[in-house]
């Protein structure tokens, strides 16, 4: 999954000042699409990602684990989300 996203301040920053980016969530679910006895989807674990906290970031590869049930985790170990950012490229203004 690929998320663009624009980073914005809360005020331009003067010379000196450090930049407060305002915050933007992104909230993913681990949803069992069917259990065994073929009930609804029901969500297994969540994820809540403030992307201001990596603003700075050009480039930054980092895992993040993802809060699901004590079961789960004995059972396969602690899932984690791979979260990879890259600035992009400015397009020319016309």
Do not use: H, W
């Not at 331009?12 to 305002?22: E, I, M, P």
């Not at 049930?69 to 791979?82: H, K, M, V, Y």
């Amino acid at each position: 999954m690929r998320v663009r996203a624009r980073r914005l301040t809360a005020r331009r920053a003067q010379d000196g000042d450090s930049v407060k980016f305002l915050k933007k969530t992104v909230t993913l679910s681990v949803c069992e699409t069917l259990d065994k006895a073929g009930n609804s989807p029901s969500q297994v674990g969540s994820l809540i990602l403030n992307l201001a906290d990596y603003a700075d970031a050009d480039r930054l590869d980092k895992k993040i684990p993802v809060a699901v049930a004590s079961a789960i985790t004995a059972a396969c170990g602690q899932p984690q989300l791979s979260l990879t950012i890259r600035r992009a490229r400015a397009r020319p203004r016309t």
